[in-house]
Structures are given as C-alpha cells and as structure tokens.
C-alpha cells in the first residue's frame, strides 16, 4: 500500500508532511482492536495552518483544498503511528468539520476534497462512511478539520 500512495502523490504533485504534533492534551492516534483512530488534523499549507469561515472569507475551492490538506496529515500520522502504510486495510470513516457561516451549506463538496483524496490514495480501500458538519469555530481558526478510522492489519 506504502507503494501506491507514493505513487499516487507523485502523480498528483502532493508531498506528504511531517506529521503534526498534538496542540492540546490528546494523543495523535490510538489502535483499538485493529481500528486506528485519528484524532482531528487540521490543513497546513507551507507550515501555516489554512484559517478563516467558508461563507465568509474562505471560497469553496479554498475549502476543498484545505480538506485536502487535512487528508495529506491524515495519512502522515497513519505512516507515523505506524511504520508505514502497509497496514492499511480500509479506511472506514472520516469526520469532516467546516468552520462556516449559518447559512453556508456546502459542507460535502468541501468534505469531499478530503473524501475523493483518500480514494485516489487507497483505491476501493479508500471509500469510506462520513459525516461533514458545519461549526462555529475551529481550533486555531481553521477553515476545516478532519478526523478519521481506519482499519488495520496485525501484521
């Protein structure tokens, strides 16, 4: 798996990044019974964290990319709680959170930068259940943060 995710970033010109380190009192990642859960990443570009409110300063392309920017650290703490992606059987599901005004209601196209991210990635293993919500504010101002699960093998 390890190799089709280095060759698929390639191919769509992304790099992974180191993964972030937790900002508050949590823990990056945690296996349960084969369930990898990530605790929620924010969207870095160039170090800085992508900020501001969908319907308000940030535009739907923005969003969809800062989801995809989440995605990006998503899998850098699987490979880092992990050794590597070759455990990677499945990712179940991703929880999508957009900092966004009332009345915007766009919250799957944006999820969806991190949701088609993952299939491009993963392949079938990639598609996943979600849930994609809007909310008044997110840590250190991000325009969007994803958590996700992710099942994985033993060995």
């Known amino acids: 798996m390890t190799e089709r995710v280095d060759r698929k970033l390639a191919e769509l010109g992304l790099t992974l990044p180191a993964a972030a380190a937790p900002v508050a009192s949590y823990v990056p990642t945690v296996d349960a019974h084969g369930l990898l859960h990530i605790s929620g990443q924010l969207p870095f570009r160039d170090g800085a964290v992508i900020t501001g409110r969908l319907g308000e300063n940030v535009d739907l392309a923005e969003g969809t990319a800062a989801a995809q920017a989440c995605a990006l650290m998503l899998v850098a703490q699987i490979k880092a709680a992990l050794g590597g992606?070759?455990?990677?059987?499945?990712?179940?599901?991703?929880?999508?959170?957009?900092?966004?005004?009332?009345?915007?209601?766009?919250?799957?196209?944006?999820?969806?930068?991190?949701?088609?991210?993952?299939?491009a990635l993963f392949g079938e293993a990639g598609k996943h259940a979600r849930a994609a919500v809007g909310v008044a504010a997110l840590p250190l101002g991000a325009a969007v943060?994803?958590?996700?699960?992710?099942q994985i093998s033993t060995a």
């Open 145 to 150: 943060e994803v958590d996700a699960i992710v």
């Open 85 to 119: 992606l070759h455990r990677v059987e499945r990712i179940v599901k991703l929880g999508v959170f957009v900092n966004s005004t009332p009345d915007f209601t766009d919250h799957p196209k944006v999820a969806n930068g991190a949701s088609d991210l993952m299939v």
